[in-house]
């Protein structure tokens, strides 16, 4: 998937003249403009982990735990066998107080580096070490079995099984300071991270199963570590390790994507302390970014992140609602095929509904935050702590604001929005005197070739239309009361770009439908190079980038495509007789023919 932002373009004047009168005030909004695309995100790993940057949010309606991130760190391509793929090892006993070198890394610049620490816990699922006096015995025993007894079984439950690489049955926790760059006391800082490295025999890699575990700040400042802090963050890891080998060591595909990933650590968080998250829905509160069209889909590293992962918990959280809660929910996104937004529309169609695609889901979804409905699409159903979800309306500077795939935004400020828009934007009206706020479906429409001097197809009955014509607004007008339309146009250049779309009475603008005019000119004949009786190459020129065939009769003898400059080169099957009549004809890529070009074997 590519970066991708769609120029959001819609002319207001255009909606104005084309709304009937009578609900031109429906457009004043407020008015939701999201981009349906899904490429709003491509996993890029930089390596260097930023915390406290200027967007982040500073407020003291905010809890210090909103600030809690994690990271799932890049996997470093070597040429060496995974541990699953080695020779299984017998079990060692491991006794309590023995000291043992692990690789950690500084998440400011992304190095790695050896700390030593004490093995202070086996339990049945879990080792705990200690760096240091970071904590207690009586700290690393209680950690220790909170995830045998609680934390271990409830991420299998509903996410699935973790890897075994070093075949001990364990999961290793790592307790230290992690040097992440953060403030003591304000801004963004780590309270734990995962490594898929440490599942392959690669350097410094640490050949197990293992969770590291920030001590301090997320412990507390104080020298007595209120472990309890911590348990949040092994529930989320956690997940992350389980999710990397169902996706990856089990499936053998890629990892699943970060939005998607955190989304569901997340969800781990919210099941472990059956309560929401309100840490995340404050932050979602007081978060501009998300105001001004932070998209879902693009794990911002270098931004306000924290917004994206307000933005994943509560996207889950809202997919979880709309399902109606089913137990294997998770599981099923997870052993999903897929492992990106395709993963989320199998369950959308399993769950809700098979016509309901993932673009039109997420515009649902915005509708909910701005909404929050009791019942219904646009709304978490009443459940306890969404209800502290506000309205956010968009408050950028910009008057030709862009969104990724993923973004959105909500204004009433009609000045706010721009003069064209993109296939994937959507417009819909929110205002609560309209009972309408489904976007028109993207219209049908009929192929339009270079010849042609129509473009007509169907949509919503009564609806308005615009036409643009390589990003610029082309033509304006409206479907009759049985939804067809018809518009006369000059004709136009094969391989220009139509993209139309419609507005219906309410004010919501749906999908643009694309279509390019196509190609109807037949290539003019090959032209054949004198060929001779003993030869099997025929060489000749015809349109560049066309497939040029041979015939004897209706038999092929030979094809092949013409280069960028039209020059091509047939190798026929055998040696032809002189006097035997040969044919040639060339097919364009828009699959027009050329009339036969004859000619003969010579001496």
């Given at each position: 998937?590519?970066?991708?932002?769609?120029?959001i373009?819609l002319?207001?004047?255009?909606?104005?003249?084309?709304?009937?009168?009578?609900?031109?005030?429906?457009?004043?909004?407020?008015?939701?403009?999201?981009?349906?695309?899904a490429?709003g995100?491509?996993a890029?790993?930089?390596?260097?982990?930023?915390?406290?940057?200027k967007?982040?949010?500073?407020?003291?309606?905010?809890?210090?735990?909103?600030?809690?991130?994690?990271?799932?760190?890049?996997?470093?391509?070597?040429d060496?066998p995974?541990?699953?793929?080695?020779?299984?090892?017998?079990?060692?006993?491991?006794?309590?107080?023995?000291?043992?070198?692990?690789?950690?890394?500084?998440?400011?610049?992304?190095?790695?580096?050896?700390?030593?620490?004490?093995?202070?816990?086996?339990?049945?699922?879990?080792?705990?070490?200690?760096n240091?006096s970071?904590?207690?015995?009586?700290?690393?025993?209680?950690?220790?079995?909170?995830?045998?007894?609680?934390?271990?079984?409830l991420?299998?439950?509903?996410?699935?099984?973790?890897?075994?690489?070093?075949?001990?049955?364990?999961?290793?926790?790592?307790?230290?300071?992690?040097?992440?760059?953060s403030?003591?006391?304000?801004?963004?800082?780590?309270?734990?991270?995962f490594?898929?490295?440490?599942?392959?025999?690669?350097?410094k890699?640490?050949?197990?199963?293992?969770?590291?575990?920030?001590?301090?700040p997320?412990?507390?400042?104080?020298?007595?570590?209120?472990?309890?802090?911590?348990?949040?963050?092994?529930?989320?890891?956690?997940?992350?390790?389980?999710?990397?080998?169902?996706?990856?060591?089990?499936?053998?595909?890629?990892?699943?994507?970060?939005?998607?990933?955190?989304?569901l650590?997340?969800?781990?968080?919210?099941?472990?302390s059956?309560?929401?998250?309100?840490?995340?829905?404050?932050?979602?509160?007081?978060?501009?970014?998300?105001?001004?069209?932070?998209?879902?889909?693009?794990?911002?590293?270098?931004?306000?992140?924290?917004?994206?992962?307000?933005?994943?918990?509560?996207f889950?959280?809202?997919?979880?609602?709309?399902?109606?809660?089913?137990?294997d929910?998770?599981?099923?996104?997870?052993?999903?095929?897929?492992?990106?937004?395709?993963?989320?529309?199998?369950?959308?169609?399993?769950?809700?509904?098979?016509?309901?695609?993932?673009?039109?889901f997420l515009?649902?979804f915005?509708?909910?935050?701005?909404?929050?409905?009791?019942?219904?699409?646009?709304g978490?159903?009443?459940?306890?702590?969404?209800?502290?979800?506000?309205?956010?309306?968009?408050?950028?500077?910009?008057?030709?604001?862009?969104l990724?795939?993923?973004?959105?935004?909500?204004?009433?400020?009609?000045?706010?929005?721009?003069?064209e828009?993109?296939?994937?934007?959507t417009?819909?009206?929110?205002?609560?005197r309209?009972?309408?706020?489904?976007?028109?479906?993207?219209?049908?429409?009929?192929?339009?070739?270079?010849?042609?001097?129509?473009i007509?197809?169907s949509?919503?009955?009564?609806?308005?239309?615009?036409?643009?014509?390589?990003?610029?607004?082309?033509i304006?007008?409206?479907?009759?009361?049985s939804?067809?339309?018809?518009?006369?146009?000059?004709?136009?250049?094969?391989?220009?770009?139509?993209?139309?779309?419609?507005?219906?009475?309410?004010?919501?603008?749906?999908?643009?439908?694309?279509?390019?005019?196509?190609?109807?000119?037949?290539p003019?004949?090959?032209?054949?190079?004198?060929?001779?009786?003993?030869?099997?190459?025929?060489?000749?020129?015809?349109?560049?980038?066309?497939?040029v065939?041979?015939?004897?009769?209706?038999?092929?003898?030979?094809?092949?495509?013409?280069?960028?400059?039209?020059?091509?080169?047939?190798?026929?099957?055998?040696?032809?007789?002189?006097?035997?009549?040969?044919?040639?004809?060339?097919?364009?890529?828009?699959?027009?023919?050329?009339?036969?070009?004859?000619?003969?074997?010579?001496?």
């Amino acid at each position: 998937m590519n970066h991708m932002r769609d120029k959001i373009c819609l002319l207001f004047m255009a909606i104005l003249l084309l709304i009937p009168s009578g609900n031109a005030a429906a457009a004043s909004g407020p008015v939701l403009i999201s981009n349906e695309s899904a490429n709003g995100y491509q996993a890029e790993n930089s390596g260097a982990f930023r915390v406290n940057n200027k967007s982040y949010v500073k407020s003291r309606k905010i809890q210090r735990s909103a600030y809690r991130l994690d990271e799932v760190k890049p996997l470093v391509k070597q040429d060496q066998p995974k541990l699953s793929q080695q020779p299984k090892q017998q079990k060692k006993s491991v006794k309590v107080g023995i000291r043992k070198k692990f690789w950690v890394s500084n998440l400011s610049n992304d190095k790695r580096y050896q700390i030593t620490a004490v093995l202070k816990y086996v339990g049945k699922h879990t080792k705990v070490w200690v760096n240091g006096s970071q904590l207690s015995n009586r700290s690393a025993k209680t950690l220790g079995e909170k995830f045998d007894k609680t934390i271990f079984p409830l991420d299998k439950r509903y996410f699935g099984a973790p890897s075994d690489v070093d075949h001990d049955g364990k999961v290793n926790l790592l307790c230290f300071d992690i040097k992440d760059g953060s403030a003591e006391q304000d801004g963004g800082f780590a309270s734990g991270y995962f490594d898929p490295n440490d599942l392959y025999a690669v350097k410094k890699s640490n050949y197990s199963e293992l969770l590291y575990v920030d001590t301090y700040p997320s412990l507390g400042l104080r020298k007595n570590k209120k472990v309890s802090m911590a348990y949040s963050t092994l529930v989320h890891e956690f997940q992350h390790l389980i999710n990397y080998n169902q996706s990856v060591l089990v499936e053998k595909h890629d990892e699943m994507d970060t939005w998607l990933d955190e989304g569901l650590s997340l969800a781990a968080e919210q099941l472990l302390s059956g309560k929401p998250l309100n840490d995340r829905i404050d932050y979602y509160n007081e978060a501009s970014s998300i105001s001004n069209g932070k998209s879902l889909l693009y794990w911002d590293d270098f931004g306000d992140n924290l917004a994206n992962y307000s933005l994943s918990y509560l996207f889950i959280q809202y997919l979880a609602i709309q399902c109606g809660h089913p137990e294997d929910l998770y599981k099923r996104i997870i052993q999903d095929k897929h492992n990106d937004y395709k993963a989320i529309q199998d369950v959308i169609h399993h769950y809700i509904s098979p016509q309901l695609s993932f673009g039109s889901f997420l515009s649902n979804f915005r509708k909910a935050l701005y909404l929050n409905q009791s019942s219904g699409p646009y709304g978490f159903h009443g459940e306890t702590g969404f209800q502290d979800l506000k309205p956010k309306l968009y408050t950028g500077k910009t008057q030709d604001p862009n969104l990724k795939g993923g973004g959105a935004i909500v204004t009433d400020n009609l000045s706010a929005l721009p003069d064209e828009k993109g296939a994937d934007i959507t417009f819909t009206n929110l205002s609560e005197r309209q009972e309408d706020k489904e976007a028109p479906e993207k219209p049908q429409v009929q192929t339009v070739g270079e010849k042609d001097t129509v473009i007509s197809g169907s949509t919503e009955p009564g609806a308005a239309l615009i036409v643009t014509k390589d990003g610029h607004m082309f033509i304006k007008g409206a479907a009759d009361n049985s939804g067809q339309f018809h518009f006369t146009i000059e004709q136009q250049k094969a391989g220009t770009v139509f993209a139309i779309f419609a507005v219906d009475a309410s004010g919501n603008a749906g999908r643009a439908k694309k279509i390019t005019v196509a190609d109807q000119t037949p290539p003019e004949k090959p032209v054949i190079r004198s060929f001779y009786h003993g030869q099997i190459m025929i060489h000749g020129a015809s349109e560049p980038a066309a497939f040029v065939t041979i015939l004897l009769g209706d038999k092929v003898l030979g094809s092949a495509h013409a280069n960028s400059k039209g020059i091509f080169t047939i190798k026929i099957r055998k040696i032809q007789k002189s006097g035997t009549k040969l044919a040639a004809y060339a097919r364009d890529k828009a699959g027009n023919l050329s009339p036969q070009q004859f000619f003969t074997v010579l001496k």
